[in-house]
Structures are given as C-alpha cells and as structure tokens.
C-alpha cells in the first residue's frame, strides 16, 4: 500500500491534483482519497455530495471527506468518559457534566487530524493507494511535525516518571512493614497508569513515524509559476527536510505559454533545493474553466508515472 | 498480665530501629514528591504560563494525576516560606 500526500499553498489546486491522480491511478489499482482540508472540495471536484462517509465513486475509487469538528468532538469524549468514570462520585452530586468544558480545548485539531490519518492506515489496508489532500501549509507542517515534538516530550516524562518510581522502590524497600501513604504508592514500572499511558503513546508515534518516513510514503508538492507560491514552497520544502519526510514529486500546475519564463525561474529555483526530485507540469486548460458538468479531475497530463 | 523483660527490650530497640529507617527515608521522600511536582509542572505549566507540550498529552494522563496535582497544589502553598521549608527537610527545629 502506497501513501500519497498532496500538499502545497492555498489555491494552487493541490485537490484538483489529488483528484486527478487518484483518477488516473484508479484505472489500474484500488484507489481512497481523503481529504483533511476544513475548506473541503473534493466532493465539489467529482460533482458528489460526501458526508463524512466512504464513498464509492468507481469500483476502484473511493472518496472521502474528513469533518474535523467531528472527530475532534469524538477524540474529547473518549477522555471525558475516562475522567468521568475516574470521579464517579461526583455523579451523586450531579458535577460530572462540568468536564464537558474540555471540549474547547486547543491544539486538538492537529491531533484529531493526526489520529484520523493513523486510523485510515490501520484499516483501510485492502487499497494500493491512499491518497490525503491536506490543508494549507501552515496546518500540515504542524500536524506532520507533531510526531516527532510528542516523541521528544514523551521521551522526556518518562525518564521523570521512571526517576519517581525509583525512589518509590527506595522508599518501599527502606520502610517496608511501616504503613504509611508513600509505601502504597505503585513502585513497578508495569504497574504504573501513568508510565503506561505514556509508553503507548509513545509507541504510537513511533509506528506512525516508521510509516511517514518510510519507502511506501510520498509527499508531493503542487505549486503555481508565481513568487508567492514559490516561497512558500521553499518553506514548505524546509519543513518537510527537517522532518525527514520523503518530497517524491512536484507538479508545476498552471502553465500556460505566456507566463513561460516564469514557469522557468521558479522551477529552477526549486530545483535548487531538491535536485533529484522530478517535476511534471500541467498547462492551464481552458477546457476545465468552461466545465460546467464537475469532471474537474479529468485532465489531460499523466501526472501518476513518477508515483507508482 | 505477663511481663518479659525481654519483650520489653525487643519492642524498645525495633521502634528504635524504625525510627532510624524514617530518617533516613525522609530526605527521599521529599526527593520523589519534588520530581513528582516538577513532573505535573512540565506536564500541566501552560496553568502558570510555562510552555507546554500538545495539549492531547495533558489531557491523555490527566485522569491518572490526582495525587500528583495535590503534591502541586500543596508545593505552591508552601512556595510562600522557602527558609522554613528548607530547614524542616534537613531537620533544623
């Protein structure tokens, strides 16, 4: 199974490529592209209404549209149900509901889009290809830089954890018999929720890295022949460098023969950057601004035969 | 009732003994409840304006931090009277 990521600046058709890769890919093998994008339109981009649910296009092609609100709401309820069940008592007083008030916490979205991308590859196993449409840059940086910061977090909290459970055993190995409250305390590492919780999160991660780093991953990067778009480019291509992810192809989207030597200049400074990546170019098609019927992912280039 | 003269001395020299062990122990005690708070500060310091790590990590082990909390709470209490503290954990009356 191959993982693509689309990714690039807001505007420059980043879904309309998605869609026509994934299009072209589905000829030959079994395809789901998802898109992560608050602002969805993939759905738009096939002329179908998605709602949250797989949907089958061909049957090879599947859609799908992520409602981050959604998934955010669901990842806050599974840990207000731990929090509640961990105070049952205040259900006697009717105060349990007061813990609802996290689900305005922030930074969950990052996270919510992270654990919803590890699931899609968990499960969706039986397809060749899973292609994700992500939001703009900013966003994708973080969300794809997340595993790494947890990581070194985690790493962190458990040497502090491991410490406290030393001096735990310490304490309980001094005293012994004597009842007090420190030698009740957990000292072993397996039996402690906190060291626990921790090491599978840690896991987690670690699996999840292993896989976007890894040979079947691609990050592919859309950009326009246009200043803007080329510096945010760069910075996009420093990011995904200081992560390690794997940048296999950049598509050059709306070429047209007049703004040529642009299209030069900016994939030549691009190729500064990333020497052995290739590049494919899409010339602007009048054909899709006229298309008033949604086949919007049917263009003319092969942009899949750097991808398979 | 009976007395032993032995038992006497026996129960004398074991609360003795223990006495002993909770010297020695104590120092550690505080040692482990002080890395527990700086624990919970790094984990929960977005409370008083320290960088935090992804906020899902506080959230994932909150229900696992009562006692933890508690040890914070009470170390900020105390945070007032550092000399008083100091000298109460290396035993100057």
Known sequence: MKILFFTGKGGVGKSTMAAAAAWQLSQKSRVLIISLDPAHNLGDIFGVDLKDKKSCYTNTLY???????K??????????????????????LNLDNYFSVLKYSPGIEEYALLTSIERTINNETDFDYIIF??????????????????????DRLVQIRQKVLEKRYTIHRIRGTLSSEET?????EEDDDILKTLWKLSDNYQALTKILQGENCSVILVFNPDILSLKESQRLIEGLNNLNLPLRLLIDNKVTEENIEMVDHVEGNMRKMVKDVPVNRVYFSKALLDCKDGKLYDIQEDITSNLL | MNFSVFGFFRRFF???????????????????????????LLLLGSFVGLPSPPTFLAVELLPFMER??????????????????????????
């Open chain 2, 68 to 93: 933890e909390i508690k040890i914070l709470n009470r170390r900020a209490e105390d945070a007032g009277d550092m000399l008083a503290e100091m000298c109460g954990t290396i035993g100057i009356d």
């Open chain 1, 71 to 92: 998934l955010s709401k669901e990842y806050l309820q599974r840990e207000i149900n731990v929090l509640s069940s961990t105070y049952k008592y205040l259900q006697t």
């Open chain 1, 184 to 188: 009740l305390l957990d000292y072993k």
């Open chain 2, 14 to 40: 074991s609360r003795f003994h223990d006495l002993n062990r909770e010297n020695v122990v104590a120092l550690t005690i505080v040692e482990e409840q002080e890395l527990e708070n700086i624990f919970t």
């Open chain 1, 133 to 154: 449409d992500t939001p703009p840059t900013g966003l994708t940086l973080r969300f794809l830089a997340l595993p790494r910061i947890t990581i070194t977090w985690i």
């Open chain 1, 63 to 69: 859609l799908k549209e992520i409602d981050l609100q």
